[in-house]
């Protein structure tokens, strides 16, 4: 069963974030992962991301592999706050 996981960041710079995160749409594709980009209508340097994915572990592995990690630390101001959703 997939897991719904909402992610939120502040970011140095919304547009190389969004760049950056299209960028990998095919990876996530690849790894079953489906997430849409929002930004915070009254904090502009938030980002959020929302999706599924196959499972957390599936998530975690795909987050936390070292080029994300690089992207991560390139552009993310602090650890962002991640959220997962199971359906009732």
Request: charged share 20%; glycine share 2%.
């Amino acid at each position: 069963m997939s897991i719904t996981v909402i992610i939120e960041a502040d970011v140095k710079n919304f547009e190389n974030w969004l760049a950056l995160f299209n960028e990998l749409e095919d990876q996530r594709q690849e790894a079953g992962i489906n997430f849409k980009a929002f930004k915070n209508a009254s904090e502009p340097q938030t980002s959020f991301v929302i999706g599924t994915a196959p499972s957390k572990q599936v998530f975690f592995d795909f987050f936390n592999s070292p080029e994300r990690l690089a992207i991560q630390q390139a552009i993310i101001v602090k650890q962002p706050i991640i959220t997962f959703l199971e359906s009732v």
